[in-house]
T-cell receptor, first 113, second 112 residues
Framework: SQTIHQWPATLVQPVGSPLSLECTVE??????LYWYRQAAGRGLQLLFY??????ISSEVPQNLSASRPQDRQFILSSKKLLLSDSGFYLC????????????FGPGTRLLVL | EDKVVQSPLSLVVHEGDTVTLNCSYE??????LLWYKQEKKAPTFLFML????IEKKSGRLSSILDKKELFSILNITATQTGDSAVYLC????????????FGTGTRLKVLA
């Protein structure tokens, strides 16, 4: 069965510091991978998605970037965090075929001070 | 622009009540509609719908899709306090690849 991991679970960072959030998936090959952000009391905003190694599509302009160095690894990064980057970051993988759907990792709560 | 709208935004009911949550959408290249339940953590998957008129059911929860009128409903019967959560609707679209557009959710609170 597939599982998805994210770390860290929570993070408090000062403004201007760098960021690296990691997501890994087990039990599936060549998944579609997604990064979402959920601000307090709001819906999920798609940030990036990837259909394969090195293939990244960005949905919104921002100071974040994503990379997929391995098939089942997806990394969200920033060189300099802003206050507005605070939120709940969720990684998800998509299954394909007739039962295609999307499953989420446990998420990372980021607070930028 | 693709859009998914959920209503109501929030709802307070008493245990035993039945609730109906709505999700309407305007998207190009519709592929599927998903329902999730989110408590104070990551969303958990409830249903995936692709065909009109076919009800999906799991215990006290059920959902149906109307692709002509572009909406879906999620029903919860005999609500319990454990049903209190934010319910998210997401529409899968194909636009070069496969991605999901989320609504802002309906916050349900069930009182004992």
């Amino acid at each position: 069965s597939q599982t998805i991991h994210q770390w860290p679970a929570t993070l408090v960072q000062p403004v201007g510091s760098p960021l690296s959030l990691e997501c890994t998936v087990e039990g599936t090959s060549n998944p579609n991978l997604y990064w979402y952000r959920q601000a307090a009391g709001r819906g999920l905003q798609l940030l990036f998605y990837s259909v394969g190694i090195g293939q990244i599509s960005s949905e919104v302009p921002q100071n974040l970037s994503a990379s997929r160095p391995q098939d089942r690894q997806f990394i969200l990064s920033s060189k300099k965090l802003l206050l507005s980057d605070s939120g709940f970051y969720l990684c998800a993988y998509g299954t394909s075929g007739s039962r295609e759907t999307q499953y989420f990792g446990p998420g990372t709560r980021l607070l930028v001070l | 622009e693709d859009k998914v709208v959920q209503s109501p935004l929030s709802l307070v009911v008493h245990e035993g009540d039945t609730v109906t949550l709505n999700c309407s959408y305007e998207v190009t290249n519709f592929r599927s509609l998903l329902w999730y339940k989110q408590e104070k953590k990551a969303p958990t998957f409830l249903f995936m719908l692709t065909s009109s008129g076919i009800e999906k059911k799991s215990g006290r929860l059920s959902s149906i899709l109307d692709k002509k009128e572009l909406f879906s409903i999620l029903n919860i019967t005999a609500t319990q306090t454990g049903d209190s959560a934010v319910y998210l609707c997401a529409v899968g679209v194909t636009s070069g690849t496969y991605k999901y557009i989320f609504g802002t959710g309906t916050r349900l609170k069930v009182l004992a």
